[in-house]
């Protein structure tokens, strides 16, 4: 169990996002820092309450946090040594958040912006088209657009709405040259720590 205060949690979040976040982010041309921060800035922008705002600086944290060298798999193009991301980074950030105590709703929407992803290509066409080439490549590992009952499962979701924002701006964040006019992850700290404080009341 995590025994870490709120405010050392937020502080170890931060500190990770800004040590690790460094790398180029997957196929585009800004770090994987700035697309979280830029995602989170659309969050907040549009009103989006705090928890949505949260999970959408936290969206892509399985992909940062250090792995275990054996727990390591990465999806690779099968005709070349492209990398296009760790396999279930969702799920990886979902469960590593929740050991931290934030709460569900936080979980299940960073756990859901691949699902958005499978959603959203299997109702309209043009969102494929819109999808960077990298996100278009890596769909292929994600199990491609939802069909059937997987989709309906998504449809009746009481968060979908909001799975389906995280994951516009999750395609939005991949602006070059707007590092000045995107607040740092630090602008987020009390947020967060307000965020786990009201969850261990």
């Known amino acids: 169990m995590n025994t870490q205060s709120p405010s050392e949690k937020a502080e170890s979040l931060i500190t990770a996002l800004e040590k690790y976040g460094q790398g180029d982010y997957i196929g585009e041309s800004i770090s994987q820092l700035e697309h979280c921060l830029q995602a989170a800035n659309q969050a907040n922008q549009s009103g989006a309450r705090n928890e949505l705002v949260i999970a959408a600086l936290l969206h892509d944290i399985g992909?940062?946090?250090?792995l275990e060298s054996t727990k390591e798999v990465r999806m690779n193009l099968r005709d070349g040594t492209e990398?296009?991301?760790r396999?279930?980074?969702?799920?990886i950030g979902a469960a590593y958040l929740r050991s931290l105590g934030f709460s569900e709703t936080v979980c299940q929407l960073v756990n859901s912006h691949v699902a958005a992803k499978r959603y959203l290509t299997a109702i309209n066409d043009a969102y494929y088209a819109s999808l960077s080439s990298a996100s278009q490549r890596s769909l292929a590992f994600q199990g491609g657009p939802f069909q059937g009952s997987e989709l309906q499962m998504f449809e009746m979701d009481p968060l979908r709405d909001e799975m389906v924002a995280l994951r516009l701006w999750d395609d939005g964040a991949k602006l070059v040259g707007?590092?000045?006019?995107t607040p740092r992850a630090g602008f987020y700290r009390n947020m967060i720590v307000d965020h786990l404080e009201r969850r261990t009341d």
């Open 178 to 181: 707007v590092e000045e006019s």
């Open 87 to 91: 396999v279930g980074h969702e799920a």
């Open 63 to 66: 992909q940062i946090i250090p």
């Open 83 to 85: 990398n296009v991301g």
